[in-house]
Each structure stands twice: as C-alpha cells, then as structure tokens.
C-alpha cells in the first residue's frame, strides 16, 4: 500500500524511519491528547527518540510481526494506524489508531480501520482482528463499536498506564467472516 485516500485531503500512507521529524512534530503537537493512553507518546520526545522509535518498529514490520501507517493532511503527519500484533501463524493481529486533537470527529480513524482491517483480512488471511483499549478511553471503544467489533471480555490490570497505576484493559473482536459480512 502506498497511499489510500481518506478524503478532505487525507491520505493513509507510509509512515518511516526517514519520517522522524514529522513524527516528533507530532507528537508535540499531541502529546498531551494521546499519553494517558499511550505511555510510548511520554517517552519518544525529540527527533533522535522519534528516529530510533521508528527504526525499532521497521524491524519489526520486515519480520511480518508489526505494520504501521500515518494518516497524513499533505505532509503533516496527524495520526497513525498501527498493527501493533501482526501473527501470521495464528492469523490473529491487533489494530489500534491515534490521532492529533484538532482533526477528531471525522472519521478518519474508522476509515483508516476500516481499510487496513480490510487488507489484514482479504490480502493477508488474518481470521481475528482485536482492539484493545481502557475502559475510560471512550473515544476508542467507539471505534470498536463503530468497526462491528464485540467486547469480548476484560482484563483485569493488565498494562501499567504513564502514572504507573496497573488499568485494565477492554478486549474487542471481529472475525474475518463477521467482516466479510458487514
């Protein structure tokens, strides 16, 4: 994939190593929108933590294990879309997205999802797709909802958020013939 319109003039496309500058800028503009859900966004401050951020998930995206795409407005970086899991053997991966404040409440995370879950499912054969997510992230478990996803459980203190305190963490799921059927 190299670039998939999203309209109004953005674009879901590659986000690289080479990208670190707009990257960092990004995440100064969002940082304080998106660390109390993503504890990465309080420790990659600067261009050289943003280079080396990238380069380590590359690595990761040539082992097939990881796949990742900003979701661009020109060449401003304003949001990402990720495969943070990406298991080929048991055709099971996990999507999750960000996004910069100013451009939320357009869809552009559900249709990110919405294609990249396509691609997951019809190019790559994964059969289940999952969302995780805080309990008090609203924001993403309506995305879930809004992808056809059910909550399939919760579990209990299961990551360490940027305070240090242990939270849950929310489930979701769809199957690829639930998908295929939406």
Not at 40 to 67: C, M, S
Request: hydrophobic residues 45%; aromatic residues 12%.
């Amino acid at each position: 994939m190299l670039s998939h319109p999203l309209g109004d003039g953005f674009e879901l496309r590659s986000l690289e190593p080479w990208h670190h500058r707009e990257f960092a800028d990004f995440l100064d503009r969002a940082r304080d929108f998106i660390s109390p859900w993503l504890p990465w966004a309080k420790i990659v401050t600067g261009e050289e933590a943003a280079k080396k951020w990238l380069y380590d998930r590359a690595f990761k995206r040539v082992e097939d294990a990881f796949h990742m795409y900003g979701i661009w407005q020109g060449e401003r970086l304003v949001g990402g879309v990720v495969f943070r899991i990406f298991d080929t053997a048991d055709k099971v991966c996990e999507i999750g997205a960000w996004l910069s404040p100013e451009v939320t409440g357009r869809g552009l995370m559900t249709k990110s999802c919405v294609h990249m879950i396509d691609w997951a499912v019809h190019e790559r054969g994964m059969n289940r797709v999952e969302w995780r997510c805080e309990p008090a992230n609203v924001a993403s478990r309506a995305v879930a909802q809004r992808l056809g996803m059910r909550l399939d459980g919760t579990l209990r203190q299961a990551y360490v958020n940027t305070a240090g305190d242990f939270v849950d963490a929310e489930v979701w799921s769809i199957l690829a013939d639930e998908w295929k059927r939406r």
